[in-house]
């Protein structure tokens, strides 16, 4: 079956700390985007990516970091300059941008 | 740039009665309008998207929405809430500009035995 697998489901983190959340596609998409979601918020986009090797901040980015070394491969790691990282996060791929963005199970993370 | 409003951030509606999620747009016609839903600690589901073909649009799970361009809406509905409906509702409209997607709050939707 095709999909978009996060993990973990849930993570704890101690301040200070840096973590890395996980997004792996097998649909052979070339778009990959990472999103927040805050309770009573919409999504915010923290990066995406076009392309294998490239991509671009959006409006959220300070604090995290990403990677696209491999096609089916997202990872976003939350650095300790994040200063309120406790949240949803969701990982989603589209074919490009202008198509259907399709959506990974999400992690949790929680600060201690 | 675009923006995105749902109105109501929790909608509460009987078993059998008529569901109706809005959401307004800005001004600028946007290429794409989308409806998703999620259901608690899951991701983001598709259930319809609107690309001009044409303006009611049929999705998932018996929702469809209507585009109204001279209102600004994309308004979802379903004639006949079921239980398994309760989740909560996003609208997104796409930037003209990048394609980026603007996402509405969300509206929970509560249904009531």
């Known amino acids: 079956d095709g999909g978009i697998t996060q993990s973990p489901k849930y993570l704890f983190r101690k301040e200070g700390q840096n973590v890395t959340l996980s997004c792996e596609q097998n649909?052979?998409?070339?778009?990959m985007y990472w999103y927040r979601q805050d309770p009573g918020q919409g999504l915010r986009l923290i990066y995406y990516?076009?392309?294998?090797?490239?991509?671009q901040k959006g409006d959220i980015a300070e604090g995290y970091s990403v990677s696209r070394e491999k096609k089916e491969s997202f990872p976003l790691t939350v650095t300790s300059a994040q200063k309120n990282p406790t949240a949803f996060y969701l990982c989603?791929?589209?074919?490009?941008?202008?198509?259907?963005?399709?959506f990974g199970p999400g992690t949790r993370l929680t600060v201690l | 740039a675009q923006s995105v409003t749902q109105l109501g951030s929790h909608v509460s509606v009987s078993e059998g009665a008529l569901v109706l999620l809005r959401c307004n747009y800005s001004?600028?016609?946007?290429?794409?309008l989308f409806w998703y839903v999620q259901y608690p600690n899951q991701g983001l589901q598709l259930l319809l998207k609107?690309?001009?073909?044409a303006t009611l649009v049929k999705g998932i799970n018996g929702f469809e929405a209507e585009f109204k361009k001279s209102e600004t809406s994309f308004h979802l509905t379903k004639p006949s809430a079921h239980m398994s409906d309760a989740a909560e509702y996003f609208c997104?409209?796409?930037?003209?500009?990048?394609?980026?997607?603007?996402w509405g709050a969300g509206t929970k939707l509560i249904i009531k035995p």
């Open positions: 989603a791929s589209s074919r490009g941008l202008t198509d259907t963005q399709y």
């Open positions: 649909l052979n998409h070339d778009a």
């Open positions: 990516s076009q392309i294998v090797n490239d991509f």
């Open positions: 001004s600028s016609v946007p290429p794409y």
């Open positions: 609107y690309t001009s073909a």
């Open positions: 997104a409209v796409s930037d003209r500009s990048n394609y980026q997607l603007i």
